[in-house]
C-alpha cells in the first residue's frame, strides 16, 4: 500500500519566504534562488503552469545597502524594499534564463482584487502570461501598500497574497516554502512535538497550536499560513507547507511524497 498523497497540480502557486531566500547573516543565498529557477523551469517544460510568489525585497535590499538591521520608519522600509526588489527581480531573470524560462513581474495590493475592474484586469493579465508560458512572479507592491511593513505587526501578507493568487486563477495547489518542516503540535523547537502530516480542516484547535512570526528578515507567522490554507480549502484546493531550504523538495512534494503538512482533501 502506497503513502503517497493525492496531489492535483496543473496549475501551481509557489510562496516562497524570505528565510529561503536569504540567510540569517542576510547575505543573499543564490543557490536556493537557482535551485529555484531549476525546479520552476523544470515544472513549466512539463506542462505545469507555475506562478511565483516571492518575499525578500527588505531581505534583499538591506543585503544591497549594506544594512544589518531593519529600519523602524515606514519610508525607510519602503525605500529599502523598492532597492530589493528591482535586485530580486533581476537575480531571478538571470537565474531562469539559464533554463531558457522567461518571467514577468506583478506587483500587487489587496485592493486590486477587491475592485472588479483592476480584478478583471489584474486575472486577464495572469491567464495572458501563463498562456504564453511565462512565469509571473508576484509580490506585495510595498512601496504603497504598508500594512506588512511596520515591525511592530508580526504577520505579513504575502501568505496571504499566495493565498488569494492562488484561488482567483483557479490554481489546484500552493505550496509554501518556510523555514520549518510543516505544523506542529506545538513548538517546533521542541523535540517533544510532533509534525502533523496531514490537515483536512483548519478549524479553533489548529489555530490554538500556532505560534509567534518568522525570521527578522521577513514578516509572516504560523497564523497567515493557517488562513492561506483555510482559504485554499474553501475554495477545494490543496495547500503544502514545507521547508524550503532546499527548493527541490517541490519535486518530491509533486510526486506525493509525505512531506511536510498537506491542508485539503
Given amino acids: 500500500m502506497s503513502d503517497k498523497r493525492k496531489i492535483r497540480a496543473n496549475r ?32 513549466q517544460h512539463r506542462g505545469r ?15 544591497y545597502m549594506g544594512l544589518t538591521k531593519r529600519p523602524t520608519a515606514i519610508p525607510e522600509q ?23 524560462q522567461k518571467i514577468g513581474q506583478l506587483l500587487l495590493t489587496r485592493d486590486i482584487f477587491v475592485y472588479p475592474t483592476s480584478h478583471h484586469n489584474v486575472l486577464n493579465t495572469f491567464e495572458a502570461l501563463l498562456a504564453e508560458k ?6 506585495e507592491n510595498d512601496t504603497v501598500a504598508v500594512d506588512e511593513l511596520d515591525h511592530e505587526t508580526k504577520f505579513g501578507d504575502n501568505d496571504q497574497l499566495s493565498a488569494i493568487v492562488a484561488t482567483n486563477i483557479g490554481a489546484d495547489l500552493l505550496i509554501m516554502l518556510s523555514d520549518i518542516d510543516g505544523f506542529y503540535d506545538g513548538n517546533p523547537k521542541d523535540p517533544t512535538t510532533n509534525l502533523i502530516p496531514h490537515i483536512a480542516q483548519v478549524d479553533d484547535r489548529i489555530y490554538a497550536l500556532a505560534g509567534g512570526s518568522g525570521s527578522r528578515f521577513g514578516t509572516g507567522g504560523m497564523v497567515t499560513k493557517l488562513k492561506a490554507a483555510e482559504r485554499m480549502i474553501a475554495a477545494d484546493g490543496q495547500m503544502i507547507l514545507a521547508n524550503g531550504a532546499d527548493p527541490t523538495v517541490i519535486f518530491d512534494l509533486l510526486d506525493g511524497e509525505p512531506l511536510g503538512t498537506l491542508f485539503g482533501r
Fill in 12 to 43: 501551481v502557486v509557489i510562496k516562497v519566504g524570505t528565510s529561503t531566500l536569504v540567510y540569517p547573516d542576510g547575505a543573499i543565498n543564490l543557490r536556493a534562488i537557482d535551485q529555484l529557477a531549476f525546479v520552476i523551469s523544470a515544472m
Fill in 78 to 100: 519602503q525605500a529599502i524594499a523598492a532597492i530589493g526588489q528591482t535586485e530580486l527581480i533581476a537575480i531571478y531573470k538571470e537565474r531562469f534564463a539559464i533554463y531558457e
Fill in 49 to 63: 503552469e507555475v506562478v511565483l510568489v516571492s518575499s525578500g525585497a527588505i531581505g534583499v535590499g538591506l543585503n
Fill in 134 to 139: 511565462v512565469v509571473p512572479i508576484v509580490n
